[in-house]
């Protein structure tokens, strides 16, 4: 079964400082992965998605992603993190039989 | 953009009672639709996947007479809670997926339920 791991609860960064958000991956065959942005009471926002092709994804709001297949990696990235960056952000995995499937959450708190 | 819309967004109901929350495909035609929980912990939990005209398919260890769910069209999915108790008080949230929308999944805004 496909999977994805989050191993960061939380992750702080000043405004202005670059911010990684971690995500790992398990799957058989070619892995589609997403992320989204939740903030509080709200459904989710959709960031990103790799399916094939270059690397490095770009998004929504600035983020960036980079699809590391020899590491089974898929980090979401932003130069320069703002306030109202501060979220609850998910990185996902489609399942062949279309299902997402979700890792467990970051937080994201970005410090003014 | 693709816009699903959820209602209600927050509703309190007392226990015994049923609770009936909706999820619209506004733009699009949403052949296949998902149900997740969202635990105070935060993670996302699959509840089931329906298809538009088919029964759901639900996962593990949800109670499919508990958590009844409706795909009649392909812009409406319902998911009933029945029989409501305190247990079943979460976040509730919709995702709706085209055929014609490439890998996209639209989520709905979710609803609170709060069982008392």
């Known amino acids: 079964a496909q999977s994805v791991a989050q191993p960061e609860d939380q992750v702080n960064v000043a405004e202005g400082n670059p911010l990684t958000v971690k995500c790992t991956y398990s799957v058989s065959g070619n892995p589609y992965l997403f992320w989204y942005v939740q903030y509080p009471n709200r459904g989710l926002q959709f960031l990103l998605k790799?399916?094939?092709?270059?690397?490095l994804v770009k998004g929504s709001y600035g983020f960036e992603a980079e699809f590391n297949k020899s590491q089974t990696s898929f980090h979401l990235k932003k130069p320069s993190a703002l306030v109202s960056d501060s979220a609850l952000y998910f990185c996902a995995v489609r399942e062949n039989t279309d299902k997402l499937i979700f890792g467990t959450g970051t937080r994201l708190q970005v410090f003014p | 953009g693709a816009v699903v819309s959820q209602h209600p967004s927050r509703v309190i109901c007392k226990s015994g009672t049923s609770v009936k929350i909706e999820c619209r495909s506004l733009?699009?035609?949403?052949?296949?639709m998902f149900w997740y929980r969202q635990f105070p912990k935060k993670s996302l939990m699959l509840m089931a996947t329906s298809n538009e005209g088919s029964k759901a398919t639900y996962e593990q260890g949800v109670e499919k007479d508990k958590f009844l769910i409706n795909h009649a069209s392909l812009t409406l999915s319902t998911l009933t809670v029945t029989s409501a108790h305190p247990e079943d008080s979460s976040f509730y949230i919709c995702s709706a997926r085209g055929t014609a929308r490439g890998y996209g999944y639209t989520f709905g805004s979710g609803t609170r339920l709060t069982v008392v």
């Open positions: 790799y399916i094939t092709g270059d690397n």
């Open positions: 733009d699009f035609q949403a052949t296949t």
